[in-house]
């Protein structure tokens, strides 16, 4: 199977760059998998945001996510990437990451 790339939309890949070191990593291991067609460890459909909408968890050294969508085939989109800071996503993480999905063509 041939590997997708990794497309970020809007700040989603300054959003990434900024997590701490290991954090980082952990989420460039999980979306490297999830370009060779693998699920991550740690995930949970995002079914407010669209179909297909899939949210990475990380637990390092706090609570970090990466919002993405493979079912695409030109590519793994990650529409958003954040710390996650209370038990609820918040909206505007929400919002922001469906803002991106409609860019790309994607439906609730």
Do not use: C
């Amino acid at each position: 199977m041939a590997i997708k790339p990794l497309r970020f939309l809007g700040s989603s890949l300054d959003d990434l760059r900024n997590f701490p070191d290991e954090a980082r990593r952990a989420a460039g291991f999980e979306l490297r998998a999830v370009q060779e067609g693998f699920e991550p460890s740690d995930w949970k459909p995002m079914l407010l945001i669209g179909r297909g909408v899939k949210e990475i968890r990380i637990h390092v050294l706090g609570e970090w996510r990466v919002i993405y969508v493979a079912k695409f085939r030109d590519a793994v989109y990650v529409l958003h990437a954040f710390q996650k800071k209370t038990r609820k996503t918040s909206r505007h993480d929400i919002d922001l990451a469906r803002q991106r999905y409609r860019q790309i063509g994607g439906n609730l």
